[in-house]
């Protein structure tokens, strides 16, 4: 059973049935957290934002914006745009009013208009999980998708079992895996509405 880091390493072991492979397993691991992270949008990965216009770092571990807003009176949702759309349409970077769209600049974000005054932030993203390590033994994928993580990882430790039969069925069961907790999400974003019926 995976509950922890080292029962993860274990378990990868356990199937590969390689010895020679023991110091490959936390690059496989790793390898494995990346791939989840680019697959797949949760609801463990959701995070808040808060923030002001004066300070544009991304936060650690950003994977995308779910939505950005300035927080005021009127709680404007920004609009996502890309950083030449906004340098064309906002030549001028000197405070031009308060922020309508937003775009990504490397590890920044840029506005426009560019703000006249500071303004608050706030939102939500998803973001990845601490990474895990023999001290950060723990987070959600253990917890609650074990199976994801250990098939992810297999599935990753391809480059070096290439003759394994193997490879072809970890790759299918990380998408079975995968393709379950989607399904879960989904479900569980309309769960709590009532019915209703709409003319037309």
Known sequence: ???NYSTLKTSIANYLHRADLTDMIPEFIAD??????????????????SG?????????????????????????????????WIYTRYPDRTGG?????FAREGDALIFGPAPDSTYTLKGRYYKKLAALSDSSTTNWLITDAPELLRFAALAESATYVQDDARVGLWESKYQTVKQRIEKSERRESRSGSLLSTMAG
Do not use: H
């Not at 957290?33 to 990965?45: G, H, K, P, T, V």
């Open 1 to 3: 059973m995976i509950s």
């Open 32 to 49: 494995a957290e990346n791939r989840i992270y680019n697959d797949l949008r949760i609801r463990a990965m959701e995070a808040a934002y």
């Open 52 to 84: 002001t216009t004066a300070s544009t770092a991304l936060p650690a571990g950003f994977l995308e914006w779910i939505f950005l807003y300035v927080d005021d009176t009127s709680e404007q949702k920004l609009t996502r745009r890309d950083a030449e």
């Open 97 to 101: 009013g308060r922020p309508v769209f």
